[in-house]
C-alpha cells in the first residue's frame, strides 16, 4: 500500500520516464492533445478513485458520500457559471460517451441523425457506420461547400430539409473556421430537429469567448475537456434545464455506472483555470499562434485548406508537395515534431495514407511559445518536408533544433 510506483512497479515506472521524456522533448503538434497542469494531474491521481459514487449530488446509492456531493456540486456550478448554461453533467467517461448519452436522452433507435462526414471534418461518433452512433440510428450526412471547404448553411438547410433529420450535429474534428451556431439553430428549427453541438475540440476557445459559444442555440452541448480546455481526459454535456433530467438518466443509469470522481475532481480543477485571467490570453494565443504557423507554411508554397485558420488548427493540403500525410507525419516525427496524418476535403487516398496534415497550437501555446517560434516551426515543417525523405542529416539536424527549442519553454518546472 505505500511503496511509491518506483517501488512497486519498476517497468511501468520506466516506461512513464521515457514517456516524460518524450513529452518534454518532442514538440506536440496534434490538436486534440494538450498539457494539463499539475494541478489537475493531482487531483486525477488521488484518493478520489477509491469510491463509488453511483447517482449525482445528494442522492447517492452509496453511503460515504458526503465529501464527493461536495465536489460534483462545485464542478457542476464552475462548469454552469465558465459556460453560462443552466446545467451541466460531468459524469461523461469520454466525448464518446457524450455523444452517445446525448443521442440516448433525445432520440429513439433508428431516428435520422444528420452530421458533416468524417472524411471532411466530423467525427465518427456523428453517424459513422462502423460505430453505434450508425447502427442504433439512421444516419446522414451534410457536407462542405465544394468552392470553399466550408460551411455553407444555405446547402445544409437544402440537405437537411430532404433528410428531414430528428438531430443535427454541429461539431468538427478537423474544421479551421468559426461555425455559426444561431444558423444551425434556424435550419434545424425549420424542420423541427434538435441541435446538438460538438464543441470537444473548441470547448476552450468557447470557454474563453474566443470562439462564439453554442449555448444560448443548441439543446445540448457535449464536450472532452482534455483538448484545447486543457483539462484530464473525460468530458461533459451542458444543457438548459428543459433537459436536465433526461440529460442526467441518459448517463446514469442510462450508459454509465459509477463515476470517475478523481477524474471529477480534476475537472472542477480546470473549469477553475479556466475562469482565470490567464486562460482567456491563453486561449487567444493559441489562434495568432496558429494563424503565425498557417502564415510560415504558406510562406513555404504549402496549401491551406480554406486558406487559413480562426481557430487552434490548420489542415495543410500537400498535394502540391507530393508526399502523402502518412510520409509527412512520418518525417516530422524523426524529426521530434508530433502530428497528425488527416484526409482533406476531396481526398482520393486511403484514411490510413491521406493527403494531408491537421497541426494545430494548444500544446505549444501551452509551453509558453508565441509568434516567432511558431516561424521556426514552420520552417522546420517546410525543410523536413522538401528535403527530408531518405536523408537522415536533415531529420538530425531539425530534430537537434527541435530539441533546443523544448529545453528552452519546458512542460513542466520540476518533473
Ligand atoms: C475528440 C472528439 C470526440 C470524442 O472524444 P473521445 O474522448 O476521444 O471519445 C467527439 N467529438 C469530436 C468532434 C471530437 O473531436
Not at 117 to 143: K, M, R
Request: with cysteine; proline share 5%; charged share 20%.
Amino acid at each position: 500500500m505505500n511503496r511509491s510506483l518506483r517501488q512497486a512497479d519498476a517497468q511501468v515506472y520506466r516506461i512513464m520516464q521515457n514517456e516524460l521524456e518524450r513529452q518534454k522533448m518532442t514538440l506536440m503538434l496534434i490538436p486534440s492533445e494538450n498539457y494539463a497542469s499539475r494541478a489537475v494531474m493531482a487531483a486525477m491521481g488521488s484518493v478520489f478513485t477509491n469510491k463509488y459514487a453511483e447517482g449525482y449530488p445528494y442522492n447517492r446509492y452509496y453511503h460515504g458520500c458526503e465529501f464527493y456531493d461536495e465536489l460534483e456540486q462545485l464542478a457542476i456550478d464552475r462548469a454552469t457559471e465558465l459556460f453560462g448554461v443552466e446545467h451541466a453533467n460531468v459524469q461523461l467517461h469520454t466525448g464518446s460517451q457524450a455523444n452517445m448519452a446525448a443521442y440516448y436522452a433525445l432520440l429513439k433507435p433508428g431516428d435520422k441523425i444528420m452530421a458533416l462526414t468524417v472524411a471532411t471534418g466530423g467525427h465518427l461518433t456523428h453517424g459513422s457506420p462502423i460505430t453505434f452512433s450508425g447502427q442504433f440510428y439512421e444516419s446522414h450526412f451534410y457536407g462542405l461547400d465544394p468552392e470553399t471547404d466550408r460551411l455553407n448553411y444555405d446547402l445544409i438547410l437544402e440537405q437537411v430539409k430532404e433528410v428531414q433529420p430528428q438531430l443535427i450535429i454541429a461539431g468538427y474534428s478537423a474544421y479551421p473556421r468559426i461555425v455559426d451556431f444561431k444558423r444551425f439553430r434556424e435550419i434545424a428549427d425549420e424542420v423541427g430537429a434538435y441541435l446538438m453541438a460538438d464543441i470537444a475540440h473548441i470547448c476552450g476557445l468557447v470557454a474563453a469567448e474566443a470562439h462564439p459559444t453554442p449555448v444560448p442555440y443548441a439543446d445540448v452541448v457535449t464536450s472532452t475537456t482534455h483538448k484545447t480546455l486543457r483539462g484530464p481526459r473525460g468530458a461533459l454535456i451542458l444543457c438548459n434545464e428543459q433537459y436536465a433530467e433526461q440529460i442526467d438518466r441518459a448517463v446514469f443509469p442510462g450508459i454509465q455506472a459509477g463515476p470517475l470522481m478523481q477524474i471529477i475532481a480534476a475537472k472542477a480543477v480546470c473549469f477553475k483555470e479556466a475562469q482565470e485571467f490567464g486562460f482567456r490570453e491563453y486561449q487567444r494565443q493559441i489562434i495568432r499562434n496558429c494563424q503565425a504557423l498557417g502564415q510560415a507554411l504558406l510562406a513555404e508554397g504549402f496549401t491551406l485548406v480554406t486558406g487559413g485558420t480562426d481557430n487552434h488548427l490548420l489542415l495543410v493540403d500537400l498535394r502540391n508537395k507530393h508526399i502523402s500525410g502518412r510520409e509527412a507525419a512520418d518525417l516530422m516525427e524523426a524529426a521530434g515534431m508530433v502530428v497528425n496524418k488527416n484526409l482533406i476535403p476531396g481526398d482520393p487516398g486511403p484514411a490510413t495514407e491521406t493527403s494531408g496534415i491537421r497541426p494545430g497550437t494548444p500544446g505549444l501555446t501551452s509551453r509558453g511559445m508565441k509568434e516567432p517560434e511558431m516561424k521556426m516551426v514552420g520552417q522546420w515543417i517546410a525543410r523536413v518536408i522538401h528535403e527530408g525523405r531518405n536523408n537522415p542529416e536533415v531529420l538530425e539536424e531539425v530534430r537537434a533544433q527541435v530539441q533546443e527549442l523544448c529545453e528552452a519553454f519546458p512542460i513542466y518546472e520540476d518533473l
